[in-house]
């Protein structure tokens, strides 16, 4: 196997959708799980401020040759630089040769498995009439949440989007309204947690 180039983020966000990602997971997740080996994750604490993990995983599958592996770095004071406090690169390699294949965006795939996860838990577990979604959280996994959620349940016509800045609800939104795409679904900001979730159907959380 070839090399490839790794591709950019925006090259990652055009290649991956919601919906045909929690399919994929939802057939390849039971034969695949007992072949792969993911062990604990490396936690180094770098400074007081910041630490390094690793997040290694193989196949010891034949038709599956991968190692891969989820580099991370987290430093709680780059805020202040208004820079993200986490950054993360996925590499995957051949497990035969041992040969490097590609690297990327470990951020915005995480964002993706784990909405794609949740939805996919969700069509087993949430009302097949689920109406109503409400989304605990305003931050970059809400989004990926909220489109993931609506994949699976066809249903929902009402989103509300609850966050302890009522600001950030307003403004997911309104960035969700002007993607467009949800034809029939209405978006709003809910004000009242509480109020929210007991009218909930199905309720998502993704907060610190």
């Given at each position: 196997m070839a090399a490839v180039n790794p591709p950019s983020t925006a090259t990652l966000h055009s290649l991956v959708t919601h919906k045909p990602l929690i399919r994929h997971l939802e057939s390849t997740l039971p034969p695949l799980s007992t072949a792969i080996q993911s062990p604990l994750r490396h936690a180094h604490q770098i400074t007081p401020n910041s630490s390094f993990l690793l997040m290694p995983s193989?196949?010891?599958?034949?038709?599956?040759?991968?190692?891969?592996?989820?580099?991370?770095?987290?430093n709680s004071g780059n805020s202040a630089l208004n820079l993200?406090?986490?950054?993360?690169?996925?590499?995957?390699?051949?497990?035969?040769?041992?040969?490097?294949?590609?690297?990327?965006?470990?951020t915005a795939l995480t964002l993706?498995?784990?909405?794609?996860?949740?939805a996919l838990a969700s069509s087993y577990l949430s009302r097949e009439d689920a109406e109503i979604l409400v989304m605990v959280g305003a931050g970059a996994?809400?989004?990926?949440?909220?489109?993931?959620?609506?994949?699976?349940?066809?249903?929902?016509?009402?989103?509300?989007?609850?966050?302890?800045?009522?600001?950030?609800?307003?403004?997911?939104?309104?960035?969700?309204?002007?993607?467009?795409?949800?034809?029939?679904?209405r978006f709003e900001a809910s004000e009242c947690l509480q109020a929210a979730v007991r009218i909930g159907d199905v309720i998502s959380c993704a907060t610190n």
């Amino acid at each position: 196997m070839a090399a490839v180039n790794p591709p950019s983020t925006a090259t990652l966000h055009s290649l991956v959708t919601h919906k045909p990602l929690i399919r994929h997971l939802e057939s390849t997740l039971p034969p695949l799980s007992t072949a792969i080996q993911s062990p604990l994750r490396h936690a180094h604490q770098i400074t007081p401020n910041s630490s390094f993990l690793l997040m290694p995983s193989w196949s010891t599958s034949p038709h599956l040759p991968y190692i891969g592996t989820k580099l991370v770095t987290h430093n709680s004071g780059n805020s202040a630089l208004n820079l993200p406090g986490v950054h993360a690169i996925f590499v995957l390699f051949n497990s035969a040769t041992g040969q490097p294949l590609a690297s990327m965006d470990a951020t915005a795939l995480t964002l993706y498995r784990t909405a794609c996860v949740s939805a996919l838990a969700s069509s087993y577990l949430s009302r097949e009439d689920a109406e109503i979604l409400v989304m605990v959280g305003a931050g970059a996994l809400a989004p990926h949440l909220i489109k993931a959620h609506l994949a699976v349940r066809s249903n929902v016509k009402r989103v509300l989007v609850w966050n302890r800045t009522v600001e950030k609800a307003r403004d997911l939104v309104d960035w969700l309204r002007e993607g467009g795409g949800f034809e029939g679904v209405r978006f709003e900001a809910s004000e009242c947690l509480q109020a929210a979730v007991r009218i909930g159907d199905v309720i998502s959380c993704a907060t610190n």
